[in-house]
């Protein structure tokens, strides 16, 4: 939970009763997960600080969320009791406008339903999200975990992944396509991974030198240092797809100029103001694009899932205590993780 | 031709002499055309005023051209003498790269070669445009134009026509779509009239009420006008495509949402900074594009002529004299044109 200066403070699960909606008795449609373990998104950071100012407190953060199925409604076919599950950012949405009918339910007309701090329809509640012991989610916004994969380094895929396979794959990366990935952090780090195994020649596009050798182990091809400009030039017109997952506003001029006739730049992180500001002759010469993603819908998360278990990904993730969550925050904002801090919410429960 | 100052002046033929690459003897592929009438594009009036930092002088402005053939070289086997020609920003480019072999010679790797201020490769001069009475073009850069079009409305299909069509069409716009065209200017008024001929709704986007009844006039199905915040929240997340020919900075952020999902925003007109800067937000919510488009290969810009010869499109201009082209260029500069001025070359010729 969140307390009023805007940081996650231990939530002990008696406090979250009057809070209904994550925690209701399950309905026919329902699944009721005890949580396993919960990453550390970027965006946990922003809301409780704040950051876009649209935060309610009392808070409970996290959309990256693993756990095990403690039970199930009458109608639920999907999972069954001691599967693994995932729930990622969203919990609900309308399932009637064109957005939902196609399986895109982060777009939805009448206003998707996040994991934490969103309005619950109908209430004057908010939804409480991950950094917590149990939570209750409809079917179709849980996805079936391969019990192979590794549970706290799968947490991430509900955020970090399902946001870098998804553009990947609506712009049909494949074999003979030169794809960069700038900014390696949480998104990043997935960004190459998928990228490369759906293989494309993969391109690390950082400031900063000193993340060179992880890149390449990573599974990068290889590294573009973004302030070398002779390196820059070097690469100028030759991408056919940037993925951009730099958090916060930035110059995609130099960006752009990386890209080739017809090719696309699609942001996944930067929600504010991009400075100093686009040049339109940055994409009318040689019919650019710049694109925007949001995560991916639920039909997808379950199909990056399948990807991941077949192609053994997930991410490299620091596993810490629900004790230390402010730390982690801290380290956060410093850039200083690699490449996702993810929470054992077994630090959670009280010791028997 | 244009003087130090960076305003036409009327050209008299043996001025232009020692610049040989427009007025060479016509080698076996090129065709040989007695300009009848040039439009005058605002490009024309950036290049005059070196508003870009890379106008040479003298410069003879013009790449709106429609002439008759007076000459072919032996080689030349789509034109004939008498045939109706048409030339529009190029006039050469390497032939050999991807983006010419794909028929798309404005984004040439080496480097197009446009009709005027444009280095010819090899040498140390310059192109000389279509304010003048005769040019020589390789037969790849002409294009047949019907006799049943009426020609001094033609010209301008070369630019404003072009740079509108192409972008319908590789964005396959067609039945079922709703496209905004923003900005009523030389290329608005074309982006209409292709807009309905393809069968889309066309919605015309204006700051300028007055404008209304004349876009309707033009073929616009609605008016939206973008100062009204009432009327473009009523329009928002409707438009499947936007075709965005604002000549200069503007603030996209707006406009993108007035896209639908996967909806697409390309710019035609703004070549510099487009302020204030575009959110990430704007196009991340929506899975939104922004893109940019110049002119069109010399394939699609004959498509574009058979197109306008079978539903009988041509601009709305308005016809003056050689000597009037200095009031034309101020008249513009205040946007006091419906919706292009074509200069009659005739009166360019010595009376006889």
């Not at 009318?284 to 710049?290: D, P, T, V, Y």
Request: charged share 20%; glycine share 10%.
């Amino acid at each position: 939970m969140i307390n009023a200066l805007g940081y996650a403070v231990q939530s002990a699960s008696s406090a979250l009763e009057p809070f209904a909606f994550s925690r209701r008795p399950p309905g026919p449609k329902d699944v009721h997960i005890e949580i396993l373990y919960c990453g550390i998104c970027h965006t946990d950071l922003h809301q409780c600080r704040n950051d876009w100012g649209r935060s309610t407190y009392p808070m409970v953060p996290g959309h990256e969320i693993v756990g095990r199925v403690k039970s199930v409604g009458a109608e639920v076919t999907k999972l069954k009791v001691g599967d693994f599950a995932g729930i990622g950012c969203m919990v609900d949405s309308c399932r009637r406008c064109a957005a939902c009918q196609a399986d895109l339910e982060q777009y939805c007309e009448n206003g998707t339903v996040w994991t934490y701090n969103s309005k619950i329809p109908g209430t004057n509640e908010n939804t409480f999200g991950g950094y917590s012991d149990q939570i209750v989610v409809e079917e179709r916004f849980v996805v079936n975990v391969a019990s192979t994969l590794d549970l706290k380094a799968a947490a991430p895929l509900l955020c970090a992944g399902i946001t870098t396979y998804s553009p990947l794959r609506h712009w049909k990366i494949g074999k003979g396509q030169k794809v960069g990935v700038i900014g390696l952090g949480g998104l990043g780090h997935m960004g190459i991974k998928f990228a490369k195994a759906m293989q494309a020649h993969v391109v690390m596009i950082t400031t900063s030198p000193d993340k060179a050798k992880d890149a390449m182990r990573l599974g990068a091809d290889e590294v573009l240092i973004s302030r070398d400009s002779a390196a820059m030039a070097r690469h100028a017109k030759s991408f056919h797809f940037l993925l951009n997952t730099i958090p916060n506003g930035h110059d995609l001029n130099p960006y752009a100029g990386l890209l080739k006739l017809d090719g696309t730049m699609v942001l996944v992180g930067a929600l504010t103001a991009l400075t100093p500001p686009l040049l339109g002759g940055s994409i009318i010469h040689g019919r650019r694009s710049i694109a925007g993603s949001a995560i991916g819908g639920m039909a997808e998360t379950q199909e990056m899932f399948d990807f991941c278990a077949k192609h053994n990904i997930v991410s490299d993730v620091e596993v810490i205590a629900i004790q230390h969550v402010n730390q982690a925050f801290e380290r956060l904002l410093k850039n200083d993780v690699r490449y996702r801090f993810v929470i054992d919410m077994a630090t959670l429960r009280p010791k028997t």
